[in-house]
T-cell receptor
């Protein structure tokens, strides 16, 4: 059981280049999300998905695209990289998130994170 | 919109001592979850403890416990018998179920904890 796997762990890009950060989970989680972490800013939500074929924007979506064609995969695409996108990116998943019910399993509203991807844009 | 505030950017504690990290949040909801996540130098995000707002009893996990004050919208983390391995960045997070941030975690900016031997 690998959990949440992110690739690559490190990447250096030039301004204007495009790339995709990959995220895969093998826990059959419906909810997946992407966060970016910047010094002094905590983690901010970029995009999220509540199931295959369903995606939505978070707090800082500009410059990023996502898709969710399968339950397992949730790639994050940078269309034209900018230095402001230099950051550490985290993918996270949950069986469900945001469902308020005492009948849900204990892991239902808990996020499992990947190991992070450090991206530098020159 | 919900906000999460961690007012202590850095904290320090002596090994074996107790330290308390502060977190306050702003919400109009009555049902929500609160979390503390730990991020060691390895960068991995690790769940430390979770509190459901409908539960009056404070959550505990071994040496980690919380002081949840719903009326004051306060959620502090107490680490007892601090160990060198507790040195990390700690993030407080809020999960609501209504409004603009429905179903997504909102994080504070973090508190960096150092443990002195």
């Amino acid at each position: 059981n690998a959990g949440v796997t992110q690739t690559p762990k490190f990447q250096v890009l030039k301004t204007g280049q495009s790339m995709t950060l990959q995220c895969a989970q093998d826990m059959n989680h419906e909810y997946m999300s992407w966060y970016r972490q910047d010094p002094g800013m905590g983690l901010r939500l970029i995009h999220y998905s509540v199931g295959a074929g369903i995606t939505d924007q978070g707090e800082v979506p500009n410059g990023y695209n996502v898709s969710r064609s399968t339950t397992e995969d949730f790639p994050l695409r940078l269309l034209s990289a900018a230095p402001s996108q230099t950051s550490v990116y985290f993918c996270a998943s949950s069986p469900t998130l945001g469902l308020l019910s005492t009948s849900l399993p204990s892991g239902a509203n808990v996020l499992t994170f990947g190991a992070g991807s450090r991206l530098t844009v020159l | 919109a919900q906000t999460v505030t961690q007012s202590q950017p850095e904290m320090s504690v002596q090994e074996a001592e107790t330290v308390t990290l502060s977190c306050t949040y702003d919400t109009s909801e009555s049902d929500y979850y609160l979390f503390w996540y730990k991020q060691p130098p390895s960068r991995q995000m690790i769940l430390v403890i979770r509190q459901e707002a409908y539960k009056q009893q404070n959550a505990t996990e071994n040496r980690f416990s919380v002081n949840f004050q719903k009326a004051a919208k306060s959620f502090s983390l107490k680490i007892s018998d601090s160990q060198l391995g507790d040195a990390a960045m700690y993030f407080c997070a809020f999960l609501g179920f209504y409004g603009g941030s429905q179903g997504n975690l909102i994080f504070g900016k973090g508190t960096k904890l150092s443990v002195k031997p």
